[in-house]
């Protein structure tokens, strides 16, 4: 089992960047497929940004573009960089893993709130 913390989460304008970090403990991230998800007020939860444990990403198709995720082995961190903040943006962001690239995403952080206003 690993737990993950998210932060970085804040309220921000239009137009700004917001880089959000999630470390994990418990196991390391290394050979973790992980991503990031957002809920927006009203919403459903919807995938973000993923990489592999080969280190190849993948993007919802609002985001790509604007928002880079990346992963730090050594620290057992995965940061999501958003640029060009949209008040579109604005939800709740969680981080999740999965023990293999083939599985589903299993352990969820507690997610980090993002606001962009406009």
């Known amino acids: 089992q690993v737990q993950l913390v998210e932060s970085g989460g804040g309220l921000v304008q239009a137009g700004d960047s917001l880089r959000l970090s999630c470390a994990a403990s418990g196991r390391t991230f290394s050979s973790n497929k992980v991503g990031w998800f957002r809920r927006a007020p009203g919403k459903e939860r919807e995938f973000v940004a993923g990489i592999l444990s080969s280190g190849n990403t993948y993007y919802a198709d609002s985001v790509k573009g604007r928002f880079t995720i990346s992963k730090d082995n050594a620290k057992n961190m995965v940061y999501l960089q958003m640029n060009r903040l949209t008040p579109e943006d604005t939800a709740v962001y969680y981080c999740?893993?999965?023990?293999?690239?083939?599985?589903?995403?299993?352990?969820w952080g507690q997610g980090t709130q993002v606001t962009v206003s406009s």
């Open positions: 999740a893993a999965a023990t293999t690239d083939s599985r589903a995403y299993e352990n």
